[in-house]
């Protein structure tokens, strides 16, 4: 059975930084590239980044490219996602999930991690 389980959220000033963990369990993690998506109270899902399954290739949303750093370590089968200069608009909800083997969807995803920002 697939399971992927995010921890690190909670609540940071406007400013600080957070950083998100998804470990993996269930099927060869080192096979697959990972996404985080997150969701806004109240909007839709927003993917945010991605990384290749052998971490040498990574991807950024736009609204938060230089304040990310999405990162795996493949003998922990974890993800994590490094968040800096957090804003308010970036509350959310986040998800991390599993590509599927053509890397164009995902296929599986945790119940996510809830990230608060304000003062």
């Known amino acids: 059975e697939v399971q992927l389980v995010e921890s690190g959220g909670g609540l940071v000033q406007p400013g600080g930084s957070l950083r998100l963990s998804c470990v993996a369990s269930?099927?060869?993690?080192?096979?697959?590239?990972m996404v985080w998506v997150r969701q806004a109270p109240g909007k839709g899902l927003e993917w945010v980044s991605d990384?290749?399954?052998?971490?040498?290739?990574?991807s950024y949303a736009e609204s938060m490219k230089g304040r990310l750093t999405i990162s795996r370590d493949n003998a922990k089968n974890t993800v994590y996602l490094h968040m800096n200069s957090l804003k308010p608009e970036d509350t959310a909800v986040y998800y991390c999930?599993?590509?599927?083997?053509?890397?164009?969807?995902?296929?599986?995803w945790g119940k996510g991690a809830l990230v608060t920002v304000s003062s």
């Open positions: 999930a599993k590509e599927v083997a053509a890397g164009n969807a995902m296929d599986y």
């Open positions: 990384i290749r399954w052998d971490g040498e290739s990574t």
């Open positions: 269930g099927f060869t993690f080192d096979d697959y590239g």
